[in-house]
């Protein structure tokens, strides 16, 4: 999740996060409170002994332009011009890394399962000249997706 998390990846130090588990409970209970823009804690798809950390870019019926995998990037038989657009399926979500073309997310393996993501990242605690609550101030995904309509 570079640069949201650990920014300096030259300093032996990594942040250390503190997690809202509540937006799990509210969703296991058919409430969900999860926003596009929240950094999650999620349950790997690939490897589920991992928690990832990435943000969410698309909530079901979300319509995404994808970016090229990373792992194509470097492929000699990789299409880096490649343009898809993904409708999200309900009870999934979007997720991308914020460095881009070094991250294995959703532009990887698809749209996640929302029973995969466990917490919202919400405060930075450790290093110190860190501390605050996290910013979701990295936008640049947002003119990939579409959201759908919220009739009031």
């Known amino acids: 999740m570079q640069p949201t998390l650990n920014p300096d990846s030259e300093k032996m130090t990594r942040d250390i996060v503190i997690l809202n588990k509540w937006p799990a409970v509210k969703a296991s209970a058919g409430a969900s409170s999860w926003k596009v823009g929240d950094i999650v804690a999620v349950v790997s798809p690939l490897d589920p002994q991992t928690l990832l950390m990435k943000r969410i870019i698309g909530l079901p019926g ?25 409708r999200v399926p309900q009870g999934r979500c979007w997720l991308e890394g914020d460095s881009g073309f070094h991250s294995r997310d959703s532009n990887d393996y698809g749209p996640v399962p929302l ?7 919400e405060w930075i605690v450790f290093p110190p000249s860190r501390f605050g609550k996290i910013a979701t101030t990295e936008r640049e995904w947002e003119h990939r997706v579409i959201h759908p309509r919220k009739d009031v």
């Open 115 to 121: 029973g995969l993501l466990k917490a919202r990242v």
């Open 62 to 86: 979300s319509l995404v332009q994808t970016r090229v995998p990373a792992h194509l990037l470097s492929s000699p038989t990789g299409s880096p011009d490649r343009e898809k657009y993904v």
